[in-house]
């Protein structure tokens, strides 16, 4: 979606971290999501987290949240070769409609 | 949880001709997503369902495009006289109400228009 933007690629090595970032524009977003998508597959929820939060932390992966600067980044932590993916960033719009935008998308690859 | 079924998986067909694809959602979530991706790009919205009650389409919908949720359970997304430009993966995803309930996706459907 043209309100979220995401870098189109990002290349580590297996064991390291993993950041991928997003901005978004509207101030109104109120969840914020992480998605990854393998080839020829729908997009599988890896977490989301809401507005009044700065960090999420579930096992490997930690959300952070700037909302003064609308960024969010995802860090995987000791990324593996099963992690090449696309993962995406997604804004929920406390519209009338409840709708979810999507960045474009970052093609992570890792390097055995 | 048998998770957002979609049907087909593939389907190639003629421009021109009329394609069908049907969503099964998880069965306590009342609301359902279409979305359609295109390669190299994020899901783009399409058109979202509350219950039985299609509560908004995007602009971006030709009028060849229509969906259907008429028990408020499966949808179905039909395209009339397809064209090339519409090859794309179609996705279906639902949700629960309110608040932050994230979307759930399927597998999608990759529609070939040759």
């Known amino acids: 979606g043209e309100d979220v933007e995401q870098s189109l690629f990002l290349s580590v090595r297996e064991g390291d971290s993993s950041v991928i970032n997003c901005t978004y524009t509207d101030s109104s977003s109120t969840y914020l999501y992480w998605y990854k998508q393998e080839p020829g597959a729908g997009l599988q929820l890896l977490t989301y987290i809401f507005s009044n939060m700065d960090m999420k932390q579930d096992q490997r992966l930690t959300v952070l949240l700037n909302k003064k600067d609308k960024h969010l980044s995802l860090r995987i932590a000791d990324t593996q070769t099963g992690d090449s993916a696309i993962y995406f960033c997604a804004e929920k719009k406390e519209d009338n409609f409840n709708k979810f935008y999507f960045g474009s998308g970052t093609k992570l690859n890792v390097k055995p | 949880d048998t998770g957002v079924s979609q049907d087909p998986r593939h389907k190639i067909t003629k421009r021109g001709q009329n394609v069908t694809f049907r969503c099964d959602p998880i069965?306590?979530?009342?609301?359902l997503y279409w979305y359609r991706q295109t390669l190299g790009q994020g899901p783009e919205f399409l058109t979202y369902?509350?219950?039985?009650?299609?509560?908004?389409k995007s602009r971006l919908l030709s009028n060849r495009f229509s969906a259907e949720r008429p028990k408020g359970s499966f949808s179905t997304l039909e395209i009339q006289r397809t064209e090339q430009g519409d090859s794309a993966m179609y996705l279906c995803?639902?949700?629960?109400?309110?608040?932050?309930?994230?979307?759930?996706f399927g597998n999608g459907t990759r529609l070939t228009v040759t």
């Open positions: 995803a639902s949700s629960l109400a309110g608040g932050g309930s994230p979307l759930h």
């Open positions: 369902f509350q219950n039985e009650a299609q509560l908004e």
């Open positions: 069965s306590e979530h009342n609301r």
